[in-house]
């Protein structure tokens, strides 16, 4: 048995390209390899509509990480689809939303970029702005997508304000920070039992993590595309992997 802690990473659907691709599970690469940089074992998750094989899954692993990616359909928090709401991924969500469900209850740590705290927000009972320009007039942009090549992945657009007595204050060390922004929907109501750990300036929710000491960090930006170069990008990886650790000792031991 391998002495490395495992991360679970869901992955995407990939709809069907007819003559060249059945319909297919993705990730980016970029995920896996920061994560197994940082110490952990990662396993990608399928999206199996199978509950008994995605709990046997579950139990095999000591974190979850959720990566970024498409919108969360808002039929997971009892809204109507706007029609500046994007694409949707239907059975990623389940599965997301069932594992994170699962990790609240185990305390199993937890680390979310971009769609990710969205996403926890969300399992938590919070709610999302669809469109943040169209929802939020006076918000800052946060949409750098890198359509086209109009903007690197790694460009450093905005600053955040960090809470240095967060969990997220102590792993990066610093109280502002300037971050990448490939979004356009972010929090609206946060969920109970979560808490802000970082602000825009325009105040929308750029960090969250869990009030009941729970290893639950949620960022907006995109740390895995910032590692390479910067330190603290690094050493939030280490420490979702330390905790992960931490969990297999105490519950595989």
Not at 34 to 44: E, I, N, Q, R
Not at 144 to 149: E, H, I, R, S, V
Not at 189 to 213: H, K, Q, W, Y
Request: proline residues 6%; contains cysteine.
């Amino acid at each position: 048995m391998t002495s490395r802690p495992i991360a679970g990473l869901p992955t995407q659907t990939l709809d069907a390209i007819p003559g060249e691709v059945p319909r297919s599970w993705i990730m980016s690469q970029r995920y896996v390899t920061t994560l197994t940089a940082a110490g952990a074992l990662p396993w990608v998750l399928p999206l199996l509509d199978d509950r008994e094989t995605m709990r046997d899954i579950y139990e095999q692993l000591d974190g979850i990480f959720l990566a970024g990616g498409v919108d969360i359909d808002p039929s997971a928090y009892g809204e109507a689809r706007h029609a500046l709401c994007g694409r949707s991924d239907l059975d990623r969500d389940a599965i997301e939303l069932q594992l994170v469900r699962w990790a609240f209850d185990d305390h199993k740590p937890i680390l979310a970029v971009c769609r990710g705290i969205q996403l926890v927000n969300v399992a938590a009972g919070g709610t999302l702005y669809q469109d943040i320009a169209n929802d939020c007039p006076g918000a800052i942009k946060h949409d750098y997508f890198p359509f086209q090549g109009r903007y690197t992945r790694d460009l450093l657009v905005h600053s955040v304000l960090i809470d240095e007595e967060s969990k997220l204050g102590a792993i990066l060390g610093v109280r502002t920070l300037k971050v990448n922004s490939m979004h356009h929907q972010g929090i609206k109501d946060l969920a109970p039992g979560l808490i802000p750990s970082s602000f825009a300036t325009d105040g929308l929710i750029e960090g969250l993590e869990a009030s009941n000491g729970h290893f639950l960090i949620g960022v907006q930006w995109h740390p895995e595309e910032l590692a390479g170069n910067d330190p603290r990008m690094r050493r939030l990886f280490a420490a979702f992997v330390k905790a992960a650790a931490a969990y297999r000792q105490a519950n595989h031991s």
